[in-house]
């Protein structure tokens, strides 16, 4: 029997080495690059995943989601069962019954319940305090003055912002989340520094989590004249452009929205813009996109709206006629969940096909200081927002935290692991998923491309 702890680099890169010499567990070559691996919602399967020189083992009694119990057409409950799922390098190779052969080196998952590895799609992975002593937000009023207050503390962060991302990076794990999308300040206070930090931390993180970047003008594309820094930051390699009210924080919609869109399309990127703004302007710029993408379908399936406020203010038929407009030009929104007196469309959205994703935006920063980096508590945040308690409701809601994966199908078929699919999985104690998604069930291990990167894990 062979343990060991993963609860931080070092100790896991120590005790992969030994359990390489023991039994071929881990193998060089396992992990994905830092800006590749994981930006569709569709979980593999991988071309030429797997081979010869990566990694082969079987992840033992394993609980897997089977079907759904029905009373009078109502799922009332989740079959599952123990299975061996044999992982070859990055992607789940075969799954069979529990305690069959074993021809390969094992880890015990001793009954916990396997689900798709988590996505935080909105986080601010470079100007947290997280890892630092507490404090709390300062009082604002706007987004105006919290640029103003910004500006005085980055100089403050950056000299130890890789530092503090990989420390974030390591709580994500630790709740099942082994991809990320983050927003990096682009702005003249910051340059580049911001970038080249975060692209330092996610460097060091390149075999145990995947992250794709936003350059993000926090400070307004036009207000901070930011336009050349971007396009620089786009040359380094972020993937996507990002932006933030055009009309309250840059004073001019038009023209810094064209001033986007222009910086995406020179560099065939996609979009993530912040929009905060309620109706009437934030409608504007969301019917502007709208419009933008309509006439450069390159950009199809290219842009995100992050928050989308503007959204949770309009109803009916003009509200019903907007959704059909972003589910047309294959928009998507990234949410946080917000509680309070803007209640989201986010049921609607997904019903019309617009994907919903979710993040955490930050845990601990000037901005806001809640959440715990759980993407499995954002599902049951949506749970209780959108009132729906029930087995298969609770099970659909783990989706807005996997990127849409789920184990199992509406009709109760597993979908979900199978041959082929990218190896990224958390092991819960949860019977099934509704539980973990009502409980916040504990995560036990965490991995990553066939990886573990976070828990203890036993030798079988």
Same mark, same amino acid.
């Given at each position: ?9 070092r100790?896991?890169?120590?005790? +992969?080495?030994k359990?390489?010499a ?7 070559? #396992?992990?994905?690059g ?8 569709? @979980?593999?399967?991988?071309p $030429? $995943?797997?081979?010869s020189?990566?990694a082969?083992?079987?992840l ?6 089977? +079907? ?15 299975y ?5 390098g990055?992607v ?10 074993r021809?390969?080196p ?6 916990a319940?396997m689900l ?9 992975l470079?100007?947290?305090?997280? $890892?630092? @002593? ?8 706007s987004?105006l003055e919290m640029? *103003?207050?910004e ?15 990989? &420390? ?24 580049? &520094? ?8 996610? =460097? ?14 926090q ?7 930011? =336009?050349?820094? #971007?396009? *620089?930051?786009?040359? #380094?390699?972020? %993937? ?5 009210? @055009? ?20 560099n065939?990127a996609?979009v993530d ?8 302007? /934030? ?7 709208? *419009? ?6 390159e950009? %199809? ?7 989308a ?7 009916? =038929?003009?509200?019903? *006629? ?8 294959r ?41 715990? $980096? ?23 809601a783990?989706?807005?935290?996997? /990127? ?8 109760g =078929? ?6 082929r ?40």
């Amino acid at each position: 029997m062979t343990t060991f702890l993963s609860g931080s680099r070092r100790d896991f890169l120590s005790a +992969g080495v030994k359990l390489t010499a023991a039994g071929t567990l881990l193998a060089a070559g #396992m992990g994905a690059g830092v800006q590749a691996a994981g930006s569709a919602a569709n @979980p593999g399967p991988i071309p $030429g $995943g797997g081979g010869s020189t990566a990694a082969r083992y079987t992840l033992r009694n394993v609980r897997l989601e089977e +079907g759904f119990e029905k009373e009078q057409e109502q799922v009332i409950a989740t079959h599952t069962g123990l299975y061996d799922v044999d992982i070859d390098g990055d992607v789940i190779a075969a799954i069979r019954p529990a305690g069959g052969e074993r021809a390969r080196p094992g880890i015990d998952a001793k009954g916990a319940l396997m689900l798709p590895a988590t996505r935080d799609m909105h986080i601010h992975l470079d100007k947290t305090f997280y $890892g630092d @002593p507490w404090q709390a937000p300062r009082p604002r009023n706007s987004v105006l003055e919290m640029i *103003e207050l910004e500006k005085k503390l980055i100089p403050k962060l950056l000299p130890r912002s890789a530092e503090r991302a990989e &420390k974030l990076i390591a709580l994500l794990q630790s709740k099942g989340t082994t991809f990320a999308r983050s927003h990096c300040n682009i702005e003249p206070v910051s340059g580049l &520094k911001s970038l080249e930090h975060l692209q330092t931390a996610l =460097e060091k993180h390149r075999q145990d989590f995947a992250c794709e970047i936003v350059a993000f003008p926090q400070h307004g594309l036009l207000r901070s004249h930011s =336009e050349k820094l #971007m396009r *620089e930051a786009m040359q #380094m390699g972020a %993937k996507y452009v990002g932006g933030l009210d @055009p009309t309250a924080v840059d004073g001019a919609m038009e023209k810094s929205l064209d001033t986007l869109f222009s910086i995406a399309l020179d560099n065939r990127a996609g979009v993530d813009i912040h929009i905060h703004e309620t109706a009437p302007s /934030g409608l504007a710029a969301i019917r502007y996109m709208i *419009e933008t993408v309509r006439q450069n379908p390159e950009l %199809k399936g290219k842009v995100t709206l992050s928050h989308a406020f503007a959204l949770a203010t309009i109803e009916g =038929e003009k509200r019903d *006629e907007v959704i059909a407009d972003l589910a047309q030009q294959r928009f998507s929104i990234a949410t946080t969940v917000p509680i309070g007196r803007l209640v989201m469309p986010l049921p609607q959205l997904r019903a019309a096909g617009v994907p919903v994703m979710t993040g955490t935006d930050s845990l601990q920063d000037h901005w806001q200081p809640f959440g715990t $980096g759980s993407m499995l508590e954002k599902a049951n945040l949506y749970a209780q927002v959108y009132h729906t308690p029930d087995e298969f409701s609770l099970s659909r809601a783990l989706g807005v935290g996997t /990127g849409g994966i789920l184990p199992l199908s509406d009709t109760g =078929e597993r979908q979900w692991p199978a041959p082929r699919h990218a190896a990224d999985f958390m092991l819960v104690k949860a019977h099934c998923s509704a539980e973990a998604v009502a409980r916040i069930s504990p995560v036990l291990a965490t991995f990553h491309r066939g990886r573990p990167v976070y828990g203890e894990i036993t030798g079988a």
